[in-house]
């Protein structure tokens, strides 16, 4: 079990960080995510991806429908080479290339295509996010 202590946004959302390597693990960049439930894939501002080395362009991305607080949107999916998050890592973990309203205090959200290959507890009041990892992973998984 991983234990990972959390900040709460000003409107009180839970923010957590999260380390995305680049393609060619040449580099990486720490983001803050928002913990989302409600959020059917990870979703991460074009512009981190883009500058990690990764072709949005490529017309043989998949896309999908998003349904936004803003509206409806398409976004391109991208396995990303190594997401670090809440005491995990995942490699060629699958996120959704999109931006959040401007309005947002975060670089994306971390949502059920991550969340759902754990088993997660939550406590605000010790800010904390206990994780256990589901033994039936897609995902290459180190915990």
């Known amino acids: 079990m991983s234990q ?29 995510l928002i913990l989302d439930t409600g ?22 991305l998949h896309k999908i429908d998003f349904i936004t607080a803003s509206g409806n949107t398409k976004a391109s999916i991208i396995p990303v ?15 959704a290339a ?13 949502g059920a295509n991550f969340l759902s290959c754990l088993d997660i507890s939550i406590s605000y009041s010790k800010h904390t996010i206990h994780t256990e990892p589901i ?3 897609i995902y290459s998984f180190t915990p």
């Open 4 to 32: 990972t202590r959390f900040e709460l946004s000003p409107d009180r959302l839970i923010m957590v960080q999260a380390t995305i390597h680049a393609l060619d693990y040449s580099k990486h960049v720490t983001v803050d």
């Open 39 to 60: 959020a059917s894939y990870t979703t991460i501002n074009p512009g981190i991806l883009s500058d990690l080395g990764y072709d949005l362009s490529d017309p043989n």
């Open 81 to 95: 080479s190594k997401l670090c998050v809440i005491g995990h890592t995942f490699e060629g973990m699958e996120v």
């Open 98 to 110: 999109n931006y959040l309203p401007v309005d947002t205090y975060a670089h994306g959200l971390l």
């Open 135 to 137: 033994s039936s992973l």
